[in-house]
């Protein structure tokens, strides 16, 4: 089985989703269901914060606030946080296990490049669980990334289970991506391709999908729910911030004199450097070294 380090190398990304934050109203009840849904678990907790993982990784952050407002799928913010399973099996076994406890599932799609079931955690932050199809079959005949959404072949996937049981989520997944809600998709490309350095390797109306080193998407933006917004409430629960990792410190050091040239506020006391995009998301970046 793929460690995550295996996936990194394997993509050739020069970045990856490492860690989502989520500023939560219920702490227990939500860390509780990523536990028994997701098959995460706790990696740390202190007062009003827990991080959920993996025996090698941490994934995310829940940070507990009963005071906030609820979450409000029509502002900037998350539109998903999307589960990469190693393989194929990992996948069914994990949609085999949720069908069988009754978990909401909200859809399913063969987007291509991947297959995807999604969902929304108790206090509605969405989800995504999927698989990678082979590198090869990403692309058409001229070399372009070709991304759809047609309906998912659930009984053929379900039979990749063989038989075996689900047994939490697995050594080797990851975040593989983060999808955004954001105001403005230009305004995005701007932040996440120009500031970032992210490629789009992608577009649906209404919607810019980035990568980097040949990998499908590692971040997307979309106006879908939120066309126009400005900046998220500070005390509205949902997406607080995401960490991201740099394959090295070149590569983290130009994305900084780029922050620089564009007059962004760099913080660079938090073990890396901290951007906020255009709706006021946290964007850490780290050497992977």
């Known amino acids: 089985m793929a460690t995550v380090t295996e996936f990194f190398d394997m993509h050739l990304a020069p970045m990856r989703i490492a860690q989502v ?18 098959g995460l678990i706790q990696v740390t907790g202190t007062a009003g914060r827990i991080t959920l993982g993996t025996q090698g990784l941490q994934l995310l952050e829940l940070v507990g606030d009963p005071g906030l407002d609820a979450n409000d799928r029509r502002q900037a913010g998350l ?18 296990h949720a ?14 490049v991947s ?31 070709r991304m759809s959404t047609d309906p998912l072949d659930a ?17 080797g997944g990851m975040i593989g991506h983060i999808h955004l809600q954001v105001g403005d998709t230009a305004e995005a490309d701007r932040f996440y391709r120009d500031v970032l350095g992210y490629g789009v390797t992608t577009r649906y109306p209404g919607a810019s999908f980035y990568g980097s080193g040949g990998y499908h998407h590692q971040l997307a933006g979309n106006v879908w729910n939120s066309r126009r917004v400005g900046k998220r409430a500070e005390g509205m629960a949902g997406l607080d911030a995401v960490e ?24 660079a006391d938090r073990g890396g450097v901290m951007l906020c995009d255009p709706w006021g ?5 780290k050497n992977e070294g």
């Open 155 to 171: 009984q053929g996937l379900l039979a990749a289970a063989e038989g075996t049981q689900w047994a939490g989520f697995p050594e």
């Open 115 to 145: 297959e995807a079931i999604y969902l929304a955690d108790p206090e509605g932050n969405g989800i995504e669980v999927y698989v990678d199809r082979p590198v090869a079959r990403w692309h058409d005949q001229s070399g372009a990334i």
């Open 244 to 267: 991201i990792m740099v394959r090295d410190a070149l590569t983290l050091a130009t994305i900084t004199n780029r922050a620089e040239s564009a007059g962004m506020e760099i913080d």
């Open 21 to 38: 934050s989520l500023k939560v109203r219920d702490l227990d009840m939500v860390a509780s269901w990523y536990k028994a849904v997701l």
């Open 99 to 112: 069908v069988a406890t009754g978990v909401p599932l909200q859809g399913a799609s063969d987007h291509i």
């Open 281 to 285: 998301t946290a964007i850490t970046l």
């Open 79 to 96: 539109f998903h946080t999307a589960f990469l399973m190693p393989t194929r099996a990992d996948l069914a076994r994990w949609l085999t």
